[in-house]
């Protein structure tokens, strides 16, 4: 599917400013969109949408198909009498002392005492329509709302151990079990349907928003799912498991420029067998539900379709592994032929093979260049502007990626001077020297990451691949954005043809 010329900004709603200790999907997130509109874009990418996990990792999230419970707006749970009138008083303090970064703890304790306490009173007295809607969304979403409810509930009565290690038979799902385990935990398993019956319908209002102010949400759908995860206990038979539910190879990367041992990601692999065995249904109904959520799909380390790196479970780093062959083609046929064609950026970064070129050419997916590894060589370099193709998607970096500041701040002379002179700059203000160059490519899309628009150094980066934690912590306030801000970028859009 070709994209038309446009631009956006990459910006995890966590990141938005607001009171109670994390973005979410509040007023901030509709003032964002607006903003977005005064300054010419027409895209708003985020990552993934799902719960957080490991290092508070969205890339890491409890299930494939549930939102984020953190985001959930606690004002308009507020306004519908859900929540008492100083239940939002006091926010956690260290949200105050320092609102430009996420402290996990105190705000995830705190979020979900409020969360507890409006479920509790929409239990005692929901009016007939909010529950009438709430049981509504309940049977549509059923087929991966069930699992995933018992899943969070059993997780929180067993101290989040590994479901494996679940006794009486819920680790293999036996139905006495599972039955005994409903009726056990009905009032938990009602809080979790609570929860995303809130993220979704507060969701829908701000893709209404955005869809209203000309805005496209660029959602993000990572490859692999965390091992503790819904869709992996409900679905052991499609994935790599021993007869005792533990993974037996893991994903991740060999060493390449970002880990000097590889990256070793802990995420259990796909049983791809099993999966074609059923035409791919369970992948047909991930892109289908995620398709609901968001306008375009960006699908990271799309690689892995074409061949996987396969890490076996004892070892302790990514150096040992093997490359294996990935599903290739057959995976997106019978996506094409359930769904139609589908809306996906193909994150095609690192040394590709030749079945990763081939599965790119087969599926027409545009990939992605990066600004910043663009002047470690010559003019032949693929990420030069110059070089761009059409079908693509360019960013200065991506969440993975140092800001451009940052960047700078630690490139090799031989960068510095290549990007000195290709961008026409001295370097005093790099972040704009890329954005403008991004703008200018051939590429249909460019998305500017938040952080380069403010043009902020390294530590407000949002995540370093290979380090477990401290990460996927930056926010930003509305005090750093300036009038001017919005009104370069829509100057750099219209002069681009990204209008």
Not at 232 to 239: E, K, P, S
Not at 319 to 340: M, S
Not at 406 to 430: K, M, V
């Amino acid at each position: 599917m070709r994209f038309p010329r446009a631009s956006g900004v990459l910006l995890h709603p966590t990141s938005l400013p607001g009171p109670h200790g994390s973005g979410d999907l509040g007023p901030a997130a509709y003032h964002f969109v607006d903003w977005l509109k005064s300054a010419g874009q027409t895209l708003w990418q985020m990552l993934p949408l799902g719960g957080i996990g490991p290092g508070n990792s969205p890339y890491m999230s409890s299930s494939a198909f549930a939102g984020n419970v953190l985001l959930i707006d606690l004002a308009e749970l507020q306004q519908r009498g859900w929540l008492g009138a100083g239940a939002l008083a006091q926010p956690p303090a260290e949200a105050q002392a320092d609102p430009r970064r996420i402290h996990f703890a105190s705000m995830y304790a705190w979020r979900m005492q409020r969360l507890a306490e409006a479920a509790a009173a929409f239990a005692s007295g929901a009016s007939a329509a909010d529950q009438a809607d709430h049981d509504a969304f309940c049977a549509a979403q059923a087929g991966w709302l069930d699992d995933y409810a018992l899943f969070m509930a059993l997780c929180e009565a067993s101290g989040w151990t590994d479901w494996s290690s679940w006794p009486g038979g819920l680790a293999q799902r036996e139905p006495a079990a599972m039955h005994a385990a409903r009726q056990r935990h009905a009032d938990a398993i009602a809080f979790w349907r609570f929860c995303q019956w809130c993220f979704f319908r507060q969701w829908a209002a701000l893709r209404a928003h955005a869809h209203a102010q000309g805005v496209k949400i660029v959602g993000d759908a990572p490859i692999f799912i965390a091992y503790q995860s819904a869709e992996v206990w409900a679905r052991q038979d499609l994935f790599e498991l021993d007869a005792q539910g533990r993974p037996t190879v893991e994903a991740g990367v060999p060493p390449d420029y970002f880990a000097a041992t590889g990256q070793r990601w802990g995420n259990p692999l796909y049983r791809w067998r099993a999966h074609a065995a059923e035409g791919y249904a369970w992948w047909v109904e991930r892109v289908r539900r995620t398709l609901e959520l968001v306008d375009i799909v960006r699908i990271d380390h799309f690689r892995g379709f074409a061949d996987y790196w396969e890490i076996p479970a004892s070892e302790p780093t990514a150096v040992q592994g093997r490359w294996l062959p990935g599903p290739g083609v057959a995976l997106f046929e019978a996506i094409a032929a359930a769904l139609g064609p589908v809306p996906l950026i193909a994150e095609d970064l690192g040394v590709l093979s030749q079945p990763v070129k081939d599965l790119m050419a087969a599926t027409g997916f545009p990939g992605m260049a990066i600004l910043q590894f663009a002047f470690a060589g010559d003019a032949s370099e693929p990420f030069l502007p110059h070089n761009h193709r059409h079908h693509s998607v360019v960013y200065t970096g991506t969440h993975d990626n140092d800001t451009t500041v940052g960047w700078w701040a630690r490139a090799s002379e031989h960068e510095r001077h290549h990007a000195r002179a290709y961008l026409n700059t001295d370097g005093h203000d790099i972040a704009w020297a890329m954005m403008r160059a991004s703008a200018a490519s051939v590429a249909d899309t460019v998305v500017h990451p938040m952080q380069d628009i403010l043009a902020l150094p390294s530590d407000c980066r949002m995540n370093l691949p290979g380090s477990p934690s401290g990460w996927w912590v930056w926010r930003f306030e509305w005090s750093q954005v300036h009038t001017w801000h919005g009104q370069r970028l829509a100057e750099l859009t219209q002069l681009f043809g990204r209008a």
